[in-house]
T-cell receptor, first 112, second 112 residues
C-alpha cells in the first residue's frame, strides 16, 4: 500500500467551478500537510501548509485536513484557466524529520 | 535574485559522460534536497543535506554523487548514467525541522 494515494486525473472543469482535490494516507503519525502546484516545465510551488486537523483559507484556496479519516483536501473556488496545473499533496511528521512524502499529483484542467 | 535556482535547465548526455547539476538557494535555509521526478510517479527523495552534512542517502546508485560545499549551494555529479535515469531533477531547500520545502524549476536530463 502506498503511503499517500492521489488520483492522477486529469480532472477537467469549466471556468468558475469549485474544484476539490484529495489525498488519502495510511500513516496516522503525519501531522504537517502541504499542497504544491506545479506548472509544466516548472518546479513545485508551495500553495498551502497546515498543521494537524482543521481548515485553512488563503484567497480562493482552502485546505482541509481530517486526521480521523486520514484524508486531506484542497478546494479551489471560482477556478480560472491559470489554475490548470498538477497539484501535489505532501505530508510529514516529527519522526520523518526533513523528509516529505508526496502523492503522485493530480492534473487539473480548467476550460474557458 | 531570490528563491532556488538550478542550472542547467536542460541536459542531454551520453551514458559515458560526466556532468554536474548545480543548485543555489537565496532563502537563508539550512537544509537542501535532491529529488527525481518521473512521469506519473511521486517525487523520489535522493539526498538530504542538513547544516551541510548529508543526513539521507535514499538507496541511490553510486553513479549519482552529491556535494554540498556550503549552505547555499548543492551539486549533483553524474557519471555513467543509464537511460532510466532520464527524468526531471529537482532541488529544494528549507529550514530544518518540519518546515515546507521550496523548489527550483529543475534540470530536465535526457540520457542517450
Amino acid at each position: 500500500q502506498k503511503e499517500v494515494e492521489q488520483d492522477p486525473g486529469p480532472l477537467s472543469v469549466p471556468e468558475g467551478a469549485i474544484v476539490s482535490l484529495n489525498c488519502t494516507y495510511s500513516n496516522s503519525a503525519f501531522q504537517y500537510f502541504m499542497w504544491y502546484r506545479q506548472y509544466s516545465r516548472k518546479g513545485p510551488e508551495l500553495l498551502m501548509y497546515t498543521y494537524s486537523s482543521g481548515n485553512k483559507e488563503d484567497g480562493r484556496f482552502t485546505a482541509q485536513v481530517d486526521k480521523s479519516s486520514k484524508y486531506i483536501s484542497l478546494f479551489i473556488r471560482d477556478s480560472q484557466p491559470s489554475d490548470s496545473a498538477t497539484y501535489l499533496c505532501a505530508m510529514t511528521s516529527m519522526e520523518y524529520g526533513n523528509k516529505l512524502v508526496f502523492g503522485a499529483g493530480t492534473i487539473l484542467r480548467v476550460k474557458s | 535574485e531570490t528563491g532556488v535556482t538550478q542550472t542547467p535547465r536542460h541536459l542531454v548526455m551520453g551514458m559515458t559522460n560526466k556532468k554536474s547539476l548545480k543548485c543555489e538557494q537565496h532563502l537563508g535555509h539550512n537544509a537542501m534536497y535532491w529529488y527525481k521526478q518521473s512521469a506519473k510517479k511521486p517525487l523520489e527523495l535522493m539526498f538530504v543535506y542538513s547544516l551541510e552534512e548529508r543526513v539521507e542517502n535514499n538507496s541511490v546508485p553510486s553513479r549519482f554523487s552529491p556535494e554540498c560545499p556550503n549552505s547555499s549551494h548543492l551539486f549533483l555529479h553524474l557519471h555513467t548514467l543509464q537511460p532510466e535515469d532520464s527524468a526531471l531533477y529537482l532541488c529544494a531547500s528549507s529550514q530544518t525541522g518540519n518546515q515546507p520545502q521550496h523548489f527550483g524549476d529543475g534540470t530536465r536530463l535526457s540520457i542517450l
